[in-house]
């Protein structure tokens, strides 16, 4: 039961240009959505998030967006950079975190 | 400030075997959450543990079982192994229920043969 989706397995972005990151789910209880960032040979870090109740939440670079009637979210970075170059989940959240199988960024200098 | 440690980093285990995998939280944390994370795939929610008990879990054979000590550390037990439990296993700390953000371990990789 795939709660959370990521249909993009990669993505490539020139350096300085806007990377889009995009996510959608199922599950219309989820009340956070949260992005981590993932680098080989490590654990997920916490990136940013949002709540249900919100449509924006920007955090310098990062800026995602919810879209509840289309249950879709994403993630912007502006402008992108070499170490911007990572595997991003997003997930939500209601009593437990559901998280899609990644997006592997790249960005290219 | 010591975030959220596991170990051992990789470990190799035969098919039947069992396992014990450990994690330390981030200081000041209570909750302590599994999850396991197959190749290509992102990660799924194993159980979480809190004031020393089972609170939550996920769709995973009884196999699986957890414990979490009085100073919040927690391990997670694989009985049985088989060739498919081979994954990363990640540990994550919250406070509370920790709805909103969880602090990752870098995570033990193990690897039944």
């Known amino acids: 039961d795939q709660q959370v989706k990521q249909n993009s397995p990669s993505l490539s972005v020139q350096e300085g240009r806007i990377s889009i990151l995009n996510c959608d789910y199922t599950?219309?209880?989820?009340?956070?959505f949260l992005w981590y960032k993932k680098y080989p040979a490590e654990g997920p870090t916490f990136l940013i998030s949002?709540?249900?109740?919100?449509d924006k939440n920007e955090d310098g670079r990062f800026t995602v967006f919810l879209n509840k009637s289309a249950k879709h979210l994403s993630l912007h970075i502006v402008p992108s950079q070499p170490g911007d170059s990572a595997v991003y989940f997003c997930?939500?959240?209601?009593?437990?975190?559901?998280f899609g199988t990644g997006t592997s960024l790249t960005v290219i200098p | 400030d010591a975030g959220v440690t596991q170990s051992p980093t990789h470990l190799i285990k035969t098919r039947g075997q069992q396992v014990t995998l450990r994690c330390s939280p981030k200081?000041?944390?209570?909750?302590v959450s599994w999850y396991q994370q197959a190749l290509g795939q992102g990660p799924q929610f194993i159980f979480q543990?809190?004031?020393?008990?089972?609170?939550q879990r996920g769709n995973f054979p009884d196999r699986f079982s957890g414990h979490q000590f009085p100073n919040y550390s927690s391990e997670l037990n694989v009985n049985a192994l088989l060739l498919g439990d081979s994954a990363l296993y990640l540990c994550?700390?919250?406070?509370?229920?920790?709805?909103?953000?969880?602090?990752f371990g870098s995570g033990t990789q193990l690897s039944v043969l």
């Open positions: 994550a700390s919250s406070w509370d229920r920790g709805n909103e953000k969880l602090f």
């Open positions: 599950n219309s209880m989820f009340d956070y």
């Open positions: 949002i709540s249900s109740i919100k």
């Open positions: 997930a939500g959240t209601g009593n437990q975190f559901y």
């Open positions: 200081s000041g944390h209570d909750t």
């Open positions: 543990y809190y004031e020393e008990e089972e609170r």
